[in-house]
């Protein structure tokens, strides 16, 4: 039976994050054997949102489609450029009329194409439209096309990222949660198909507070005052999952996490 074979890159962050994905993916891809690499980029950027040349880095180190979320519009110059890339995605319940893309379609190796989407949370997040009602509106224009449809759900809660899973389950390949930069250990496969993680985690410095200089994150919970945050330089690694997928019925197969080192 042929396996469709799909990486979620959980957020990069900053150049640390980049570098362990340029450095760590070709192995990763090899080993794996990779149809597809999927990565969440809105820390990529000196920790805060993308710029043009960054999207043009992570695809040249071979990430296919880039997620984001909430720090998406964090660097300004993002407006210029993000409708360039079909495959550079930002949150698909942001109300008509934001720039961008939501979801896209791409072909695998397969033969079969693959549908990713962006969604955002809304509990202790900014309100957007609601993500439920939106990942339908998505997965009913990519069914035309994907039979694959993998979804990154940026969210705080995990209560409202477990909802989505359950939510979709025999409904899309995967829910993968983004955002809290911590891998949780609850990869499962739901009983009717959908694979689900909640956090896949952080790509970047480990020797920090969710990829930031544990100093300065110290501080402003002990002074209360506002601080610069700066993206951290020691222990980098990539944590992701791997997913397999039966791509004649889009139902998932495996769920495997990772977390790799890099060793310099």
């Given at each position: 039976?042929?396996?469709?074979?799909?990486?979620?890159?959980?957020?990069?962050?900053?150049?640390?994050?980049?570098?362990?994905?340029?450095?760590l993916?070709?192995?990763?891809?090899?080993?794996?054997?990779?149809?597809?690499?999927?990565?969440?980029c809105?820390?990529?950027?000196a920790?805060?949102?993308?710029?043009?040349?960054?999207?043009?880095?992570?695809?040249?180190?071979?990430?296919?489609?880039?997620?984001?979320?909430?720090?998406?519009?964090?660097k300004?110059?993002?407006?210029?450029?993000?409708?360039?890339?079909?495959?550079?995605?930002?949150?698909?319940?942001?109300?008509?009329?934001?720039?961008?893309?939501?979801?896209?379609?791409?072909?695998s190796?397969?033969?079969?194409?693959?549908?990713?989407?962006?969604?955002?949370?809304?509990?202790?997040?900014?309100?957007?439209?609601?993500?439920?009602?939106?990942?339908?509106?998505?997965?009913?224009?990519?069914?035309?096309?994907?039979?694959?449809i993998?979804?990154?759900?940026?969210?705080?809660?995990?209560?409202?990222?477990?909802?989505?899973?359950?939510?979709l389950?025999?409904?899309?390949?995967?829910?993968?949660?983004t955002?809290?930069?911590?891998?949780?250990?609850?990869?499962?496969?739901?009983?009717?198909?959908?694979?689900?993680?909640?956090?896949?985690?952080?790509?970047?410095?480990?020797?920090?507070i969710?990829?930031?200089?544990?100093?300065?994150?110290?501080?402003?919970?002990?002074?209360?005052?506002?601080?610069?945050?700066?993206?951290?330089?020691?222990?980098?690694?990539?944590q992701?999952?791997?997913?397999?997928?039966?791509?004649?019925?889009?139902?998932?197969?495996?769920?495997?996490?990772?977390?790799?080192?890099?060793?310099?």
């Amino acid at each position: 039976m042929t396996v469709a074979k799909i990486l979620f890159i959980g957020d990069i962050v900053g150049k640390p994050g980049r570098v362990a994905v340029r450095e760590l993916l070709p192995a990763i891809i090899e080993n794996h054997r990779i149809d597809l690499v999927v990565a969440n980029c809105e820390n990529a950027a000196a920790g805060f949102g993308v710029t043009r040349e960054v999207v043009e880095e992570l695809f040249r180190n071979r990430v296919d489609v880039l997620t984001s979320g909430n720090h998406i519009w964090d660097k300004k110059e993002v407006l210029e450029f993000v409708e360039d890339y079909e495959t550079l995605l930002r949150p698909a319940n942001y109300p008509a009329g934001v720039p961008g893309f939501g979801s896209v379609a791409v072909p695998s190796p397969t033969g079969s194409f693959i549908g990713v989407i962006n969604l955002s949370g809304r509990v202790f997040m900014h309100s957007l439209d609601c993500p439920f009602r939106s990942a339908e509106k998505e997965i009913a224009k990519l069914a035309k096309k994907a039979s694959i449809i993998l979804v990154d759900m940026h969210a705080e809660a995990t209560s409202e990222k477990q909802a989505l899973g359950w939510f979709l389950d025999g409904r899309v390949s995967a829910v993968v949660g983004t955002h809290t930069h911590v891998q949780t250990a609850d990869e499962r496969i739901l009983p009717n198909g959908t694979a689900y993680i909640t956090d896949v985690g952080m790509t970047g410095p480990f020797d920090s507070i969710i990829g930031t200089r544990k100093e300065i994150v110290l501080e402003r919970f002990l002074t209360n005052m506002p601080n610069k945050f700066d993206v951290a330089r020691g222990d980098a690694r990539l944590q992701g999952v791997v997913l397999g997928v039966d791509p004649a019925n889009g139902k998932a197969l495996e769920i495997e996490r990772l977390n790799v080192c890099l060793h310099v």
